[in-house]
């Protein structure tokens, strides 16, 4: 199993649980036409990982420069600009992300769950609800299976640090010597995001109506040997 330990042959080998799954478990039981979702999913994101200090400095230097892009952008542009989905659809190569500590992502979706709850536990005084109801629809932000999911998801934090520095997580392509903003791009080393990119597209291949042999080859053989390159 991912992020548990798993005996084969007399060895352990000791499995990481992917990141994208791992974020995915909690916004499957959120309702996703809730007036906070979005806002949830963004304080979710950040509970879990971190972009590198470094990286965030140089990128939101060059969005105030205007070296990035041909305006320069303010400290409201830039806080509208990341709460938005933008941010990371234009500028997430050039950011790195850090797990945080398990301790540390622990305590930080106990907040988010408090935040964004409706009701409290009775003679629970210490963690006070204060989500809200959609003012359209009346209904809370959570189901029934998002505090069991939480809670599956603190147990599994130890499992979701880098195994290496993040030197050694990322390649990264230096800019061009003409470049104005000067930043590094950066590509994550982990096969699993390699993996996740390939599979994503295989969503949209049953949309071009063709054949199902050939659509059987993709999904199969195409998918198999692809997982064995990487």
Not at 38 to 57: A, G, K, V
Not at 66 to 84: E, I, V, Y
Request: charged content about 25%; some cysteine; aromatic content about 6%.
């Amino acid at each position: 199993m991912l992020g548990q330990q798993r005996v084969t042959s007399g060895n352990a080998l000791t499995g990481r649980l992917g990141l994208f799954h791992y974020i995915q478990r909690i916004p499957r039981t959120l309702k996703k036409n809730h007036i906070d979702h979005f806002q949830s999913i963004t304080s979710l994101l950040n509970c879990i990982y971190t972009y590198n200090h470094d990286d965030h400095e140089n990128l939101l230097r060059a969005l105030k420069e205007g070296s990035l892009n041909a305006t320069k952008c303010t400290d409201d542009d830039m806080q509208d600009l990341k709460g938005s989905k933008l941010f990371l659809q234009r500028h997430d190569k050039c950011l790195r992300t850090e797990m945080r500590p398990p301790n540390v992502l622990c305590s930080m979706l106990d907040d988010w769950f408090d935040r964004f709850k409706c009701s409290s536990s009775s003679g629970d005084s210490s963690r006070s609800a204060r989500g809200r109801k959609d003012p359209v629809t009346d209904e809370m932000l959570f189901s029934s299976d998002t505090k069991g999911t939480v809670e599956e998801c603190k147990k599994k934090a130890p499992h979701m640090q880098d195994p290496l520095p993040i030197e050694q997580m990322y390649d990264l392509i230096n800019p061009s010597v003409n470049s104005p903003h000067q930043l590094k791009e950066c590509t994550s080393r982990q096969e699993k995001s390699c993996l996740e990119s390939f599979h994503l597209m295989l969503a949209h291949f049953a949309n071009c109506g063709m054949r199902a042999s050939l659509a059987d080859n993709l999904n199969l053989t195409g998918t198999a040997r692809f997982n064995l390159a990487a």
